[in-house]
Every structure is written in structure tokens, then in C-alpha cells.
Nanobody, 123 residues
């Protein structure tokens, strides 16, 4: 079983940037696609971005396309989410998740989740 720990969240003003990290332990994630999700208060969890096992393919929600970049370093067993031009509507708890597949599948299954990191964007 893999354990995922997110870090890098915090408070930032609109227009600012944050870089989230998701470090895996217990098992290598290098053979699996990974993703970031987020959940704002009173809202359902939503997909943010995904990356395939090698890092050669990525996919983004329309709401973050062009502002967020997902990447990974398999040697460090870590996935990142660079968030630029942040908006108040990006405020949420951000979670990373491990896919059951090596490739990105829309609506695919994820079998490991981190505890989340809070991102708060003030206007």
C-alpha cells in the first residue's frame, strides 16, 4: 500500500503562485498515473489535473488549464502541482491520488489518496 503526503499549501493573494508536492512512500508510484483533486467547502470533490506514468502526457480541468502544471519526478517518488495566477475560486483542500492504471483515464479509478493540503486564495 502506498502512502501519499501532500505539502506546500498555504495562503496567497490572488495572482500569486504556490507549488504543491505529493510524496509517496511504501511503494513506487513510477508505474502509475497520478492526479490532483480539490474540494472546496460545501462542494463536491473535483478533478484538477492528471499525469501518466512517465510524465509524457498530462490532462487538466478547463478551470485550471493554462495556469496549473502537473509534473512528476519518479526518482523522488513525488508528484507536483505548480499553480500560477491563482484565483479566489481556487480555494480548496487539494488531494493527490494514485491511479490504478499507468495511463490517464477520464473517470478512472484511484486507489490511494493523501490527507490533503489547504490552499486559500484571498482577493
Amino acid at each position: 500500500q502506498v502512502q501519499l503526503v501532500e505539502s506546500g499549501g498555504g495562503m496567497v493573494q490572488a495572482g500569486g503562485s504556490l507549488r504543491l508536492s505529493c510524496e509517496a512512500s511504501g511503494r513506487t508510484i513510477g508505474s502509475y498515473a497520478m492526479a490532483w483533486f480539490r474540494q472546496a467547502p460545501g462542494k463536491e470533490r473535483e478533478f484538477v489535473a492528471a499525469i501518466n506514468w512517465s510524465g509524457g502526457n498530462t490532462y487538466y480541468a478547463d478551470s485550471v488549464k493554462g495556469r496549473f502544471t502537473i509534473s512528476r519526478d519518479n526518482a523522488k517518488n513525488t508528484v507536483y502541482l505548480q499553480m500560477n495566477s491563482l484565483k479566489p475560486e481556487d480555494t480548496a483542500v487539494y488531494y493527490c491520488a494514485k491511479s490504478v492504471d499507468p495511463v490517464i483515464r477520464i473517470g478512472g479509478a484511484y486507489d490511494s489518496w493523501g490527507q490533503g493540503t489547504q490552499v486559500t486564495v484571498s482577493s
